[in-house]
């Protein structure tokens, strides 16, 4: 597993591009720039290699104080994320 800053301070998590492996994986959203925070957004992977776009519905998912994603058999991910000043 790999985890990687993806914003700091306040915002939502719009959309994400997942590029996966052709094993089985995860992408875990934490809701702090740190990683430390609640588990926001969990997606599980098919053991297809290939690519992926997911949108969220609505506002999409709101993150108060920053976003840290983890990535287990996952090649990569582009996070589609709207920064705000308050939520």
């Given amino acids: 597993?790999?985890?990687?800053?993806?914003?700091?301070?306040?915002?939502?998590?719009?959309?994400?591009?997942?590029?996966?492996?052709?094993?089985?994986?995860?992408?875990?959203?934490?809701?702090?720039?740190?990683?430390?925070?609640?588990?926001?957004f969990t997606l599980n992977t098919p053991a297809v290699e290939g690519h992926q776009y997911i949108g969220l519905p609505g506002d999409g998912i709101p993150f108060a104080a920053g976003m840290h994603v983890t990535l287990s058999n996952v090649d990569g991910v582009t996070a589609f994320y709207a920064a705000e000043t308050t939520l």
């Avoid at 985890?3 to 959309?15: E, F, I, P, Q, T």
């Avoid at 089985?24 to 588990?39: I, K, L, P, R």
């Fill in 1 to 40: 597993s790999t985890g990687n800053l993806v914003a700091s301070g306040a915002g939502r998590l719009r959309g994400l591009y997942v590029r996966t492996t052709g094993t089985e994986g995860t992408v875990v959203f934490n809701g702090t720039a740190g990683g430390s925070g609640a588990e926001m």
